[in-house]
């Protein structure tokens, strides 16, 4: 990003989901209200304070439409209806009310690429061959030999291609066999899901989080996909194949323009798009003249290695691929991926809070994060994620980040009067939001000062990003925005004590928050002593650029 641009950003005015932090709630285990085991609609109302003071401005839900629970609701069958044993409409209409009479925003899972196999849509397609709604989905003849048509593999595991004997050809479905494909190159599927769009933006949903945009089209030949030399056993079966021709296609970017122009016909919507693609593929779904989605989600640090200067390039390699006019995002975790304190440990999990809160653009944080929740062991026998339960073995399934939210020392932890869905981590009497609201070294308590601080702070929330430091151990950046004090951020992503002595920088200023609170208020001049596991910001009285022959570690400071 260019100097001019920074300065022209610092003075403008920002969106609702620029300045502020999205928060994604998973419905089935957030707060259950009738008893049942499963979170709902009413427990989310009965928690909307508890997100309010915490301090984000949206919430993300995952989806909460009438489903067969074949994916826990990522396989639709009425895309404009409520799961009942979620609540009606009348729950999610006083829940939408709710959210914005607290000055929030809420967000609804779109889920465009496949619909259950029990939507009226798909039972109508394999009621016979000359149905009009066949080609609503991918319907393909066997080859000569018998064999599939082509060898695309399911992210769930095995053939992604499904054979129904009734009308004697296959369907073609990326995940789960009970998640058929939607055709995208007939035009009347594209009318129909811009139409369900809108039924939910006269609603006053904020916008949409959309579900596996990078699949939603395929190779119009219907080609082979390479193989991948670097396939390990360890890993899901999808993986043995490189996906170049079943996702990422070159079409994907009209429907998404078209897409965003049914945000556009409403006031402040917002279009995220999940994709997993490499940073210089991702922002192409920016659009041209950013008129695609508004935030393709990047999810560089939920599989990074935790690594100083690993994390230090990949965040110089997205800020240097984003064009001018687009805004950032991270993410640090979500309902597919391990959560960040399973992955880095408790003590290295708030390094991570300070590093999601306080780089350039909008954080999204996953439910329960903010406590430092874990990934709880499932049993095999009561493994329900159906990408776990297809693939034994391999510790693929993805109920352990989904276990219900431990709320207090209460009995299942608050989250239910009944027998939970999935288990609740066994130490949730000691880590839960009642024990950490009370404690100031608590995660629960780094988040509220973390928060806090960037919303207070232009700098932190809209100010450039400017590298410093990175070595072995510590990463450091500075964010400032013009006419704004500026905020010196160092993480120590090791155990073991680091120090940082720049010599491209000198600095004096205040520590202001640190994961290791002992520090605050601490004044601080040219260097730092951190302890292991330790994140901090210096709040800068002043600060210059030296020139000198760096470090060869160091990265340029820009003045």
Same mark, same amino acid.
């Given at each position: 990003?260019s ?27 957030f ?9 709902d ?33 990522y ?12 609540g009606?409409?009348a ?11 607290m ?7 779109? !889920?465009?690429n496949?619909?259950? +196999? ?10 016979? /061959? $000359? &149905? @009009?709604?066949?080609?609503?989905y ?6 000569p ?9 399911s ?9 129904d ?16 494909d ?6 009347q ?8 769009m809108r ?5 006053g !949903?904020?916008?949409?989080?959309? +579900? ?5 089209i395929?190779?119009?030949?219907? /080609? $082979? &996909? @390479? ?21 990422d ?7 998404a ?13 917002l ?6 693609l ?13 008129r ?20 230090a ?15 950032p ?9 391990p ?10 999990s ?8 306080t780089?350039?653009g909008t954080p999204?944080?996953y439910?329960?994060d ?9 049993p095999?026998?009561e ?10 073995g ?14 207090d ?26 024990t950490q609201?009370?404690?100031?070294y ?15 702070e232009p ?6 990003y ?9 990463l ?7 006419g ?6 160092v ?21 202001v ?15 730092l002593?951190?302890f292991?596991?330790?994140?901090l910001i210096?709040?800068l ?10 470090n ?8």
């Open positions: 990003m100097d001019d641009t920074m300065q022209e950003n610092n003075q403008k005015q920002y969106l609702w989901w620029q300045d502020g932090i999205i928060y994604q709630v998973y419905p089935r285990s707060q259950d209200a009738n008893g049942d085991g499963i979170g609609l009413r427990g989310m109302i009965l928690r909307l304070e508890y997100l309010k003071t915490l301090g984000v401005k949206a919430i993300w839900l995952s989806p909460i439409y009438p489903s067969p629970m074949a994916d826990f609701g396989d639709i069958s009425d895309y404009r209806g409520i799961w009942p044993t979620f009606s409409m729950d999610f209409d006083e829940l939408l009310a709710n959210v914005h009479a000055g929030m925003k809420l967000i609804l899972d779109l !889920v465009p496949h619909s259950s +196999d029990e939507h009226p849509w798909f039972l109508e397609s394999r009621s016979s /061959r $000359d &149905n @009009p709604k066949r080609d609503w991918i319907w393909k003849d066997a080859k030999d018998g064999g599939l048509p082509n060898n695309w593999l992210v769930f595991g095995g053939p992604a291609w499904e054979w004997g009734k009308t004697g050809q296959y369907y073609y479905h990326a995940f789960h066999v009970k998640q058929p939607l055709n995208w190159r007939n035009p599927v594209e009318k129909a899901m811009l139409d369900i039924w939910w933006l006269d609603k !949903v904020d916008g949409f989080r959309v +579900d596996a945009m990078w699949h939603m395929k190779d119009a030949q219907w /080609r $082979d &996909n @390479p193989r991948n030399p670097d396939y390990k056993e360890s890993m899901g079966s999808y993986e043995q194949l490189l996906p170049v021709y079943s996702t296609q070159p079409e994907m970017h009209g429907i323009a078209r897409m965003r122009k049914v945000l556009d016909e409403y006031h402040q919507r279009m995220i798009a999940e994709i997993y490499p940073v210089h593929r991702l922002v192409a779904y920016y659009g041209t003249h950013d695609e989605a508004h935030l393709p989600f990047n999810f560089t640090l939920t599989s990074l290695p935790w690594d100083s200067r690993s994390i390039a990949a965040i110089d390699e997205y800020e240097a691929a984003l064009p001018d006019t687009d805004w995002n991270w993410v640090m975790g979500n309902h597919d991926q959560r960040i304190s399973s992955r880095v440990g408790l003590g290295q708030k390094v991570a809070a300070v590093l999601l809160l780089l350039r999204t944080l439910y329960g903010e406590i430092g929740m874990r990934d709880v062991p499932i095999p026998g493994v329900q994620d159906p990408q776990g339960l297809n693939m034994p391999k510790n693929l399934s993805r109920d352990p980040e989904r276990t219900p939210m431990q709320w020392q209460t009995r299942n932890g608050g989250f239910t009067a009944g027998q939970p869905w999935l288990r609740i981590d066994r130490s949730f009497r000691r880590r839960n939001v009642a609201e009370k404690d100031e608590s995660p629960l308590c780094l988040y509220h000062k973390l928060i806090r601080l960037r919303q207070q700098s932190l929330m809209v100010g450039a400017k590298p410093v430091y990175s070595d072995t151990q510590l450091a950046y500075i964010r400032q925005a013009d704004h004090p500026g905020f010196l951020i993480l120590n992503l090791t155990h073991r004590p680091g120090y940082f002595t720049p010599s491209t920088i000198r600095f004096t200023g205040v520590i928050v640190d994961s290791f609170p002992e520090q605050e208020q601490v004044s601080v001049k040219d260097s002593d951190l292991g596991d330790e994140g210096v709040r009285d002043d600060w210059r650029a030296v020139s000198t022959n760096p060869p570690h160091e990265l340029a400071a820009m003045p």
